[in-house]
Each structure stands twice: as structure tokens, then as C-alpha cells.
């Protein structure tokens, strides 16, 4: 399986600028690739990454996506005076030719083609390119919006003519609507395309009807077009995470991608003067990490805009950070989606309804009357976003941004790099864990009378069961590695799992952990905590738990899984995550028990998915020695590859109306769960 992220830069992208006065374009300057560049070096990103050059694409390549004629009006532009190049250029909505415009563009897509050969051919397991121009407005017969040559569709027919690609994701989190891929791709269902844009209905560039929710596709291809509009600006982190939960992830895990290219626009990102968005760089740490758990870990991110130049770069450093699989950075902030936000969502689920699975159970009616309708265009300064960064921002005060970043990415970009998990040696070598080739930090276990007098400390009746408190020494060890920051996580054998994340939970109290996420798998007798909000235990259990109800720190999901069927994970996207993120929680802990009602893949998705938060802190206390989930939770924690998650089917009815009443019954509680605003606000 690969590992490693490859970086694709050349300098030479940078000699393609405007040569004349042109207020609409003069923001794609060469700086936003070089201050990118500089940025990864600042942040000894670069050197661990593997370097791949870029080369030019050929003809034959461009023409997979565009016509002979564009090509060779491209083509023309090299010898042009600028006379000639600027009355060529006022033919295009937004874009300026260079004399070194047409060699840029032909670098930009081959640097593309580079990085999905690097990941296809097993080179790497991810990557990101940083090209100028960018692609995505560019179509068939004409350049548009900055672009020339649309580098991501490109990418996508060569990935599927040259491997063989049946399905491939397109994420376009680009503030803006990337019509051009739309157009490429409308009619054909081999490529998802997502996109969520700046669109104040219709009145925000480039102004179209179809950059709407209703545009699904065409022909065989309907449903594989999702546009996600913003009808305001200053969305947030929260807005960009309940898109993903509750649209772009359900229907990317029923897609089952073979590969996924990232339309990477760093214009939604907050500063930018084209978005008007609030979201902090984090957040592209995050979407990054989710997309990582698709297609194997097939990932290629390829720039598009971004026009904050620090607000861009610092974006740029998330992204590549966590394709080396550092530890994702904890956002700060209330996390609630705005109405408007909402409304958008639950319009997009809508539309799309006939055509996913996921969605086929969901009453979400559309929304005729949105709130946000009355708007008068140019009161966009007003912030929908609840997130405490938003009173930061004032679009016209970049300097501003710009010493709010400074200050902020210091608290954010941490320098104990990459993750590394605790095992005990009993654990790795029956686990067969010796070939590894990852940061396993391998610990003795805790000495009985250590053991019996730190828990005297919190359980002094558990000190009289001598069983239970021999089968605290693991997690005690491992725990006391991760409070100490020795390693991000790691995995306990238990065969009282309960008895040890009780034990486990005070001790972690006592160290001053605020808010911990605990998780139960499978039947076991939780020993209730006293200190309420400090622990929130969402257990997923087969049976339905006599005189046990959820409230709010206490979630009881039931959840049967059969072996063939894989349907948790509609219930991690849509439940478990919004609620953990809803928590922002310091430490997860998740106990595997007896009688368990989730497959390995299930509890390996719930493993990888919540590594995002908590900076990564995860304690594994697992009960039974199933081999094969061991093996499968180590490599999830230890981030060695990306597991398969297994075929992933709907879920029943049943499950979904049960999911729905809980969402329902705690939507007020945990803001993230809201996708529609008739249940419940
Ligand atoms: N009044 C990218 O971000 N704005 N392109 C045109 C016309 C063009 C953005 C405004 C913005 C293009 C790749
Ligand atoms: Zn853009």
C-alpha cells in the first residue's frame, strides 16, 4: 500500500501576469503560488514531501477536454504584442494572456497529470499541485474566469482513459461555481461533481442559473452534478463541516470513488476579497481528512483560486499537513450552522433525493421561501455565521486578516509531527504488527501496585476486585503516554473495557481534561460518571437498553449490523460526527466490548473519521481479541494505510426514521446535527 505525498511546484508557473490595468483580473498574481511554496518551507513541509516535476501537457491531452480550435487560439497567444493580447483577452469573461500564458497552462495541466499518475501508479498515496492558471471555469471553447485550460477535468478523462476509472470524485471547494466542469461532466455519471460557491442567488459571478441546487445533471449523468449555493457570505467552519456531513460524504461513501481530485480553491477560505467567507485554515484540514477516507486514500489536490495571500498560503500548509497525516487541528468556536446555510443544505437534499440511496427515506421538502430571499444585494457585510472568528472579519481590512492569522495559525500549527500509537509488545506481536511500517511506540505494561494505588485514587472499589485491576495496567500506560503527549493515541487490551475507561476517564478528568467523547461498542455495563458535560458517551449497542434513554450526555444509538451490511457509516456521517464536532471534545476514548453490533469496517470508519478532532487523542480500550479488528484499529490509529471500509449500502427505513428522531430529539443540544429547518428549530 503507499504512503507518502507528493508536491508538485514549479517556479515556471509563476511567469504567466497581467501586463495592463484590469481591476477584475489583477488579484491572479505569480505571488500566490511563490507565497504557497514559501509558506511549506517555512513550515519544513517540503522537504517531507516527495518532489515530482511538473511537464508540459500535450496536445492530445488537452484535446481530451477541449476543442482543436481553443488549443490553437491558446497556441497563438505566445507570439502576440501586448496590443494584440489584450483585444484577444477581452473575447473571455475574466481572463489575460501572457506571452508565457499558453506554456503556464500547458505545465498546469501536466503538473495534473503528474500528480494522478504519482498516485495511481502506487508512487505515492497523495498529493497536491500548485498551478497557475487555475482550470476550473474553463470550457471546451473558451477561457473564463482566470482559466485556460480546465487542469482538473483533464486530469479526470486522462485518470479514466489511462487506468481505467469507472468513478471518480471531483470536490470543488473553490469559492466559486466551477460551471466549466459542470458543463464537461453534466452528462456523464463516471464523475461526481461537487461544488459549493458564493451565489446570493444569482447575483454573485458568474451569475447563472445552473450554478443552482436543481442543476443535478443531465441524461445518464443526472444526479452526479450536486451544486451546494451560498446565498450569503461570511460562512464559517461550521457551514463548510455540515455540508460535508450531511451532502458531500453520504453520497461519496454510496459513490465508492476510485480516485478523488480536490478543485482546490482557497477563496472560500477567510480574507479573501472574491469570497467573503469566514472559514479559518483549519477547516481545509478537516475536509482534507475526510476525503482521505475515501478511494483508499487516493487523494490529489490541485490548486485553483485563492486570493488572500497569507489567508491562502497558511490554507495551503493545512491542506498539505494533513495529507502527511499530521494531527488535524482543532477548530475553535461555537459549532452551528447558519440558517441560511441550512436552508441551502436542505434544498441540495432534496433535489437530490431520487438518485441516492442515503436520501431515499429523508422527508426534506424543498424550501420555496428562503429566509435569507429578501437580501438586498450589497448588505452582505451582515454575518450569518455564528463562529467566533466571523466578528474578525470586514472584507475590506485584509491587514487586519492578516495579523489575525499571524497570531492564530500559532496556535494551530503544532510541531510534534506525525501521529504515533501506543501498543503494548503482547499486542504487537500477537497482532502481527512487527512489519509495520509506522511510529508504533511499544510500552511495558504498569506495574500491579502502581496500578492498584493510582486507582485507589479514584475507584477505591474496584481496588477489591483483583481481576478487573489486573487488566488496568495497559490502559493506564497508554493513557498516561497520551496525557503526556509521548504519542497521539493508542490501543489498550482490556477484558473489563468499562471497569478501565472508568478508571481511565477519572484519571483524565484529574488531569484536567474539560470534555471527553466516550464511545461504547457492544454490550457492556457503563459505569455511570458524576461530573455531567465533562463526558459525553454516545453507546451503539444491539438491544435496546432497558430504563437507558438518550439526553444529552448520554446517547444510546441501537444499531445492528449484519456482516454484509455495511450501513453504519450513514449513521457516523450523519449522527456520530455532527455530534462530536458539536462537542469539540479534548480526548476521545472508544471501548470495543463483547456482543458488538458493528463489522471491523464500521469500527475502523468511526476510528479514522473522528481522528480529526481531539487533535487526534484517541484511546482504544477493546475488549475481545479478535485479531483481525485489532489489526484493522491499529492501522486506522497508526494511519499505516487507509483501510477498506467495505462496500458501503444504504440503510434500512427503520434506521434511518430512528436516526431521524434522535436528531430531532437532540438537534438543540448539538447544533451540528441540523440539515433541515422544519424539524425542530
Ligand atoms: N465582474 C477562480 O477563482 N470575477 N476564478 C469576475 C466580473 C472572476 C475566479 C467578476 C473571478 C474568477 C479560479
Ligand atoms: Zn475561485
Not at 161 to 166: D, S, T
Request: with cysteine; charged share 20%.
Amino acid at each position: 500500500m503507499a504512503s507518502g505525498t507528493a508536491l508538485i511546484y514549479d517556479e515556471a508557473m509563476t511567469r504567466h501576469k497581467l501586463l495592463w490595468n484590469d481591476p477584475v483580473c489583477d488579484i491572479e498574481v505569480p505571488e500566490r503560488l511563490s507565497a504557497s511554496y514559501e509558506q511549506l518551507q517555512r513550515y519544513h513541509l517540503v522537504e517531507r514531501c516527495v518532489p515530482v516535476p511538473a511537464r508540459e501537457g500535450s496536445e492530445e491531452e488537452i484535446l481530451l477536454v477541449h476543442s482543436s480550435e481553443h488549443l490553437e487560439v491558446a497556441k497563438s497567444t505566445q507570439t502576440m504584442n501586448e496590443e494584440e493580447l489584450k483585444r484577444i483577452s477581452g473575447n473571455y469573461d475574466a481572463f489575460f494572456f501572457h506571452p508565457n500564458t499558453y506554456h503556464c497552462a500547458r505545465l498546469a495541466v501536466g503538473a495534473a497529470l503528474q500528480l494522478v499518475d504519482s498516485v495511481m501508479s502506487g508512487k505515492v498515496c497523495n498529493g497536491m499541485a500548485l498551478v497557475r492558471p487555475p482550470g476550473h471555469h474553463s470550457q471546451r471553447n473558451a477561457a473564463n474566469g482566470f482559466c485556460l485550460f480546465n487542469n482538473v477535468a483533464i486530469a479526470a478523462e486522462y485518470a479514466k482513459l489511462k487506468y481505467g476509472l469507472k468513478r471518480i470524485l471531483i470536490v470543488d471547494w473553490d469559492v466559486h461555481h466551477g460551471q466549466g466542469i459542470q458543463y464537461i461532466f453534466e452528462e456523464d455519471p463516471s464523475v461526481l461533481y461537487f461544488s459549493w460557491h458564493r451565489y446570493e442567488h444569482q447575483k454573485f459571478w458568474p451569475s447563472l442559473k445552473e450554478s443552482d441546487y436543481d442543476a443535478v445533471g443531465l441524461g445518464k449523468g443526472k444526479g452526479f452534478n450536486i451544486n451546494l449555493p451560498w446565498n450569503k457570505v461570511g460562512m464559517g467552519n461550521s457551514d463548510y463541516l455540515a455540508a460535508f456531513f450531511h451532502v458531500l460524504l453520504p453520497v461519496a461513501f454510496e459513490f465508492d470513488p476510485e480516485l478523488v481530485l480536490v478543485s482546490s480553491g482557497y477563496d472560500s477560505g477567510i480574507g479573501d476579497p472574491e469570497g467573503q467567507m469566514n472559514a479559518t485554515p483549519e477547516v481545509f484540514a478537516h475536509l482534507t481528512h475526510f476525503l482521505m477516507h475515501l478511494a483508499h486514500g487516493k487523494l490529489c489536490v490541485i490548486l485553483e483560486g485563492g486570493y488572500h495571500l497569507k489567508s491562502l498560503s497558511e490554507s495551503v500548509c493545512t491542506t498539505v499537513k494533513t495529507l502527511l497525516r499530521d494531527p488535524v487541528p482543532q477548530l475553535t468556536g461555537e459549532m452551528a450552522p447558519c440558517l441560511s446555510a441550512i436552508e441551502s443544505i436542505q434544498n441540495v437534499r432534496a433535489a437530490h433525493k431520487p438518485y441516492w440511496k442515503w436520501l431515499m427515506y429523508e422527508d426534506t421538502p424543498f424550501l420555496y421561501n428562503l429566509s435569507t430571499k429578501s437580501d438586498l444585494p450589497g448588505t452582505a457585510d451582515t454575518n450569518p455565521s455564528t463562529d467566533d472568528e466571523a466578528k474578525i472579519t470586514d472584507s475590506k481590512e485584509t491587514d487586519k486578516i492578516e495579523r489575525f492569522l499571524e497570531s492564530h495559525m500559532k496556535n494551530v500549527i503544532f510541531p510534534d509531527p506525525p501521529i504515533k500509537t501506543a501498543i503494548t509488545a503482547g499486542l504487537k506481536a500477537s497482532a502481527d504488527l512487527n512489519t509495520f511500517p509506522v511510529h508504533l511506540h511499544v510500552v511495558e505494561e504498569m506495574d500491579k501496585n502502581e496500578v492498584k494505588a493510582l486507582v485507589s485514587d479514584f475507584h477505591p472499589d474496584l481496588v477489591k476486585a483483583n481481576k478487573t485491576l489486573l487488566s488496568l495496567g495497559s490502559t493506564l500506560t497508554i493513557l498516561d503516554k497520551i496525557l503526556k503527549k509521548e504519542v497521539c493515541n493508542g490501543i489498550a487490551e482490556s477484558p473489563a473495557a468499562s471497569a478501565s475507561v472508568a478508571v481511565a476517564l477519572r484519571r483524565s478528568l484529574h488531569f484536567g481534561f474539560q470534555r471527553m467523547l466516550c464511545i461504547f461498542v457492544g454490550d457492556m455495563h457503563i459505569i455511570p460518571n458524576t461530573e455531567d458535560g465533562k463526558v459525553l458517551v454516545i453507546h451503539v449497542c444491539k438491544n435496546e437498553q432497558p430504563g437507558k434513554s438518550s439526553s444529552k450526555h448520554y446517547i444510546v444509538l441501537n444499531w445492528k449490523e449484519d456482516a454484509d451490511r455495511n450501513d453504519f457509516y450513514s449513521a457516523v456521517l450523519g449522527f456520530i460526527l455532527p455530534i462530536a464536532y458539536s462537542y469539540q471534545p479534548n480526548l476521545i476514548v472508544i471501548a470495543i466490548g463483547p456482543n458488538r453490533s458493528l463489522g471491523i469496517s464500521g469500527i475502523s470508519l468511526l476510528f479514522g473519521l473522528l481522528q480529526g478532532l481531539a487533535e487526534s487523542r484517541i484511546l482504544a480500550v477493546i475488549e475481545d481479541t479478535d485479531i483481525n479488528l485489532m489489526q484493522s484499529v491499529a492501522k486506522t490509529l497508526a494511519g499505516a494505510s487507509m483501510p477498506h471500509f467495505g462496500v458501503h449500502v444504504p440503510p434500512t427505513q427503520e434506521k434511518v426514521n430512528q436516526i431521524k428522531m434522535l436528531r430531532k430529539q437532540l438537534q438543540q443540544d448539538w447544533k451540528m446535527l441540523q440539515c433541515s429547518v422544519n424539524d425542530g428549530i
